[in-house]
């Protein structure tokens, strides 16, 4: 099993909302993240793209934050987390021209995660209904890899998108249409992903042959039947791409130290459960556990009494490095491939930093020994080692 961190420029309160001062600190502030896990044994970083979403997110620009922290890290995989594939937000060709400049930028570290957007009030801003939005990405995500692999693209009869066959240039021998350039890094494209917000994703992902982006709001427990629905089916995909990226991951929350007490008393401190009150506030579209209480009423915060039974479930990873390894296995044991941790808002900044710390040089080898990233064992068997190749002829 790999990990990965997630960042997403969380805001909280309408001060820090509203803030220049304090979007200048989330930004260097996980920036600083992200250098420390490159540092410390860490595979991945997942960075969001959303709209709107006050307080939520921020980071709505995230090509840049990617290109400017991948020039910063040496090894760790950077992905969208993901990039939106309305055309009306992100047009396909800018889409496709964007994921492999990141790819060639990193030299194969960038993955290319996609989705339909957040929910009814980001999707809104855009003049999107949620009922086009699964279509949209159906044909988006088809389309890309054909952009990547042709010298002439072009799609006439698109719905949500449209490429003339001709343009006003030709060569010789060459196929119409238009060269979308940079092609990706080496001999194929970067890995493809989706996001997962609902179970019926988990099927559709597989016979795609597209990883799997599981933002889980439920028990670990709930992904069993999800996981095994995608497992099931990925042995028999039909990839839309050159290769198959056989890969579940799973978000959760996180906080290693030395000492446990400390972490379980920071864990329920005040403020913790408003990070996961924004989420089903936006993100109506995910299933609503019983028990979720509508917006503006938040969720009631850990205690140290339910902590327990939070862990128990995999609502949260919390104690010393035992402790924390110990919790991680029933993730192992439910089929997850990757696991990715969110940075609570309310939580210190130095803490945050020391759990990635502690967490990636005592835990993480104990689960992941293998010192390739998943996605690029795949992505080389589909063609050779990631080292870029002169055309035929």
């Known amino acids: 099993m790999e990990f990965g961190i997630f960042v997403q420029g969380h805001a909280p309160g309408q001060v820090k909302a509203h803030s220049p001062v304090y979007q200048q600190d989330w930004v260097r502030r996980e920036l600083e993240l992200i250098r420390q896990a490159d540092k410390h044994n860490w595979k991945y970083v997942w960075v969001t793209e959303h709209h ?42 800018r889409l496709a021209e964007r994921a492999a400049m990141l790819d060639q930028l990193s030299q194969g570290r960038f993955e290319f995660g996609t989705g339909r957007g957040a929910g009814s009030h980001e999707i809104a801003g855009f003049g999107l209904k949620p009922s086009e939005t699964r279509d949209n990405w159906e044909e988006t995500i088809r389309e890309i890899p054909k952009m990547w692999r042709q010298q002439g693209y072009s799609y006439p009869d698109g719905r949500s998108f449209k490429v003339p066959a001709t343009g006003t240039q030709s060569m010789p021998g060459r196929e119409g249409g238009f060269n979308v350039l940079p092609k990706p890094y080496a001999h194929t494209h970067p890995p493809l992903w989706v996001a997962a917000g609902n179970p019926g994703t988990y099927e559709r992902a597989a016979v795609r042959g597209l990883g799997l982006l599981g933002f889980n709001v439920g028990s670990v427990w709930d992904m069993i039947p999800l996981i095994k629905t995608y497992k099931d089916n990925i042995v028999n995909a039909e990839p839309i791409g050159d290769y198959v990226n056989d890969n579940v991951m799973v ?57 327990d039974a939070m862990i128990e479930a995999g609502y949260a990873l919390c104690g010393d490095p035992e402790e924390v390894t110990k919790q991680i296995a029933r993730y192992q044991d439910v089929g997850c491939d990757q696991l990715v941790f969110g940075v609570p808002g309310n939580m210190p900044h130095d803490v945050v930093m020391e759990s990635l710390r502690l967490f990636g040089e005592q835990v993480i080898p104990k689960f992941d020994t293998e ?12 063609g050779g080692p990631l080292v870029p190749k002169e055309p035929a002829g």
């Open 52 to 93: 709107f979403l006050e307080e939520y997110s921020h980071l709505s620009d995230s090509a840049s934050f990617i290109a400017y922290a991948l020039a910063q890290t040496e090894r760790i995989h950077i992905g969208s987390g993901i990039f939106n594939m309305n055309p009306v937000v992100n047009h396909p060709m």
């Open 371 to 382: 010192p390739k990233h998943r996605t690029t064992i795949q992505r080389e068997a589909a």
């Open 251 to 307: 978000t959760v929350g996180m906080l290693c130290l030395e000492d446990r007490q400390k972490a379980r008393e920071l864990t329920c401190s005040p403020g913790s459960s408003y990070l996961v009150s924004l989420v089903f506030r936006y993100h109506d579209s995910f299933p609503r556990p019983e028990g979720i209480p509508q917006w503006p009423e938040l969720m009631p915060d850990a205690s140290l009494e339910n902590l």
